[in-house]
């Protein structure tokens, strides 16, 4: 496989960023990354199609490569979602000279030592058995603890429980990330393949975190920050809530046995059909349409469920 290398860099940690129509928040991640005392080796910027001007904002961004960090663009056709775009931007990784390959989303802005403390973590050794690592989350001046969860199996029935706050003392292990601040190895993707690009949005990360687990330890450093520049809870249904259900039980499927996914594919079918709910019959037939999806093996973006798709409750439309 032919790599390619930066001369005279020092860096063994490359970044994937997918970014669509969000500017603003792309020209704070990519200062972010340009600012750090300990540069990256090579960033990759995917453009998921953006139509806000992105394109021309990138293009003069790649012209501005650096000798000791690489900037490229990988353009696609269409919106292809979080997944694919994390899919399309590893694949392009895995070609490139690095050890290791940081993953996160263009409202993700990690501290400005973040890259320099990574290396001294990757250079002494205690992480060589590992097949991923992560930062913390910072929402709001706090943690976000649902960025790094362990997966709990009490019978039949399986729980994602996020890890507690008062182990972000030092490096934990756990089962399951988020691509905000994951840093996964390339070694490990090599082996395991892509994220699942037909999830579309959302449980990408999760579904790749159990193949990543087969090939070494998930450690968080909590010492690495990134703040998530995320708005506030609407309070909307929105077209990601039908990701949401849908791929978090074809994770289940793919990774646990028969009995596991039927026993918890019933429970949210009888949420469903039991559970009122302040959204009126919009938020029952999106349920209902994504547990039959799942069934069917149905991925990819949904025809009706896609960006822009939102309820408001019905509080709100009174």
């Known amino acids: 496989m032919n790599r390619k290398r930066i001369e005279g860099t020092q860096s063994s940690v490359g970044v994937v960023l997918v970014t669509y129509n969000r500017m603003a928040k792309l020209k ?12 990256p080796c090579w960033i990759i910027v995917v453009d998921n199609a953006s139509t806000d001007g992105t394109a021309e904002l990138l293009e003069q961004w790649e012209a501005g490569s650096a000798h000791d960090c690489e900037h490229v663009v990988v353009r696609a056709s269409e919106n292809l979602g979080g997944a694919g775009g994390f899919a399309l931007g590893m694949r392009s990784a895995i070609d490139r000279a690095s050890d290791w390959i940081w993953l996160a989303d263009d409202d993700a802005y990690p501290e400005c030592h973040v890259f320099a403390l990574l290396e001294n973590h990757l250079q002494d050794g205690r992480f060589e058995d590992c097949a991923a690592l992560c930062s913390s989350v910072l ?20 729980r994602e429980v996020p890890v507690p706050l008062e182990e972000y003392t030092e490096p934990f292990e756990f089962d399951a990330l988020s691509f905000v601040g994951a840093i996964v190895k390339r070694s490990a993707v090599e082996r395991v393949g892509l994220p699942e690009s037909h999830y579309f949005i959302w449980y990408d990360d999760t579904e790749y975190s159990m193949r990543l687990r087969t090939q070494g330890k998930l450690m968080c450093l909590p ?30 499927r793919r990774h646990y046995s028969p009995p596991v996914f039927f026993y918890n594919w019933v429970r949210a079918f009888i949420k469903a059909m039991t559970t009122g709910h302040e959204h009126g019959m919009a938020y029952r037939r999106l349920r ?11 991925r990819g973006m949904h025809s009706v469920y896609k960006p822009g798709w939102s309820v408001a409750p019905l509080s709100d439309r009174l």
């Open 223 to 252: 010492d690495l920050k990134v703040e998530h520049d995320v708005p506030g809870d609407s309070g909307d249904v929105s077209w990601k809530d039908y990701y949401g259900i849908r791929n978090s039980l074809d994770m289940i």
């Open 139 to 158: 929402c709001g001046g706090g943690i976000d603890i649902t960025h790094r969860r362990r997966m709990m199996l009490a019978g039949l029935n399986l």
């Open 288 to 298: 209902v349409t994504a547990l039959k999806d799942v069934l069917f093996g149905k």
């Open 28 to 39: 704070n991640a990519l200062a972010a990354y340009e600012s750090q005392e300990f540069k």
